[in-house]
C-alpha cells in the first residue's frame, strides 16, 4: 500500500518536533525539506527517529558527482530513510548518490532511497526554459526514464505523471507524488495537483502532504482521513 508523508515545512525544529508528536501513531514517514535544515541542520533528524518516523530528506542534491556523493554519505550517517537528487545532474551524479547512500549507511542498515526529482509539481507549461510549447507531464516522463537507466530507486513526480511512468519504468520503480490535495482543497502554489485517491489508483509509492495535515485544526484526523481515502482507493 501507498505510504504517507508529511512535510515538517517549518522555520525551527521545535515547530516540527511539536507537529511530529501530534501525528505519531498516524503517518509513518515525515519530510525535512529545504527550510527546516537550513535552520537548524542535521541535530533535526535524531528526534524524529525517536519518535518511531522515517526520515525522508529532501535536500534535492545537484552538483557534480563527488560533491553529492560526499552530500549522500553524510545523509546516510544521519540514519535518514530516503533522500533526493535531480535527475538532470545525469548518470554519473546518479551513481555518486547511489555509492555515497552506501558507504554512509550504519552498519546493519539499509542505505536510503535515492529518489531522482524529474519536473516540480510547482512548474507548469509556462515556466519552462524552452517557453509556452513546453509540456512538464513529457519532459517529467523522459527524465523518469534517465533515472531508471541510471539506477536509482525511484522519481519524483506528479500524480499526473505516475501511471507513465510505472508503465514505462515497471511497477518495481518507485514514485514519490507530491502536490497532494484533498477534493475541494486550496491547491496554494502547486499546480499540477491530484487527490490522495487518485494518486493512489495511478500507482504512487509515497504520497507527500504538508500544509492540508500540518495546518489543519486537528492534524492527525486530517492524516487519518488521509490515509483512509488512500486505502480506500
Not at 532511497?113 to 519532459?139: E, H, I, K, W, Y
Not at 517529467?140 to 522519481?155: H, I, T
Not at 491530484?194 to 489543519?216: C, E, I, K, N, Y
Request: proline fraction near 7%; include cysteine; aromatic fraction near 4%.
Amino acid at each position: 500500500m501507498a505510504e504517507l508523508v508529511v512535510a515538517l515545512d517549518y522555520p525551527d525544529a521545535a515547530a516540527a518536533h511539536a507537529m511530529a508528536r501530534l501525528l505519531r501513531g498516524t503517518a509513518g514517514w515525515v519530510k525535512v525539506g529545504l527550510e527546516l535544515f537550513t535552520a537548524d541542520g542535521p541535530a533535526v533528524i535524531a528526534p524524529l527517529k525517536e519518535l518511531g518516523f522515517k526520515v525522508f530528506l529532501d535536500m534535492k542534491f545537484f552538483d557534480i558527482p563527488n560533491t553529492v556523493l560526499g552530500a549522500a554519505r553524510s545523509a546516510a550517517r544521519l540514519g535518514v530513510d530516503m533522500i533526493t537528487i535531480h535527475a538532470l545532474g545525469g548518470e554519473r551524479m546518479a551513481h555518486a548518490a547511489m555509492e555515497g547512500c552506501t558507504l554512509g549507511a550504519p552498519p546493519g542498515a539499509l542505505p536510503p532511497l535515492v529518489m531522482a526529482v524529474t519536473m516540480l509539481t510547482s512548474m507548469g507549461p509556462d515556466d519552462l526554459p524552452l517557453g509556452n510549447g513546453g509540456d512538464p507531464s513529457r519532459m517529467a516522463l523522459d527524465l523518469a526514464v534517465k533515472a531508471k537507466q541510471y539506477g536509482v530507486n525511484g522519481v519524483v513526480c506528479s500524480g499526473l505523471e505516475v501511471a507513465a511512468v510505472k508503465e514505462r519504468c515497471g511497477g518495481g520503480f518507485l514514485c514519490l507524488t507530491p502536490g497532494i490535495r484533498p477534493a475541494k482543497a486550496a491547491a496554494d502554489d502547486q499546480r499540477r495537483v491530484v487527490t490522495p485517491g487518485r494518486a493512489v489508483r495511478s500507482g504512487s509509492d509515497f504520497l507527500v502532504v504538508g500544509r492540508p495535515v500540518t495546518m489543519a485544526d486537528a492534524p492527525a484526523d486530517a492524516a487519518r482521513n488521509m490515509l483512509e481515502e488512500m486505502r480506500s482507493a
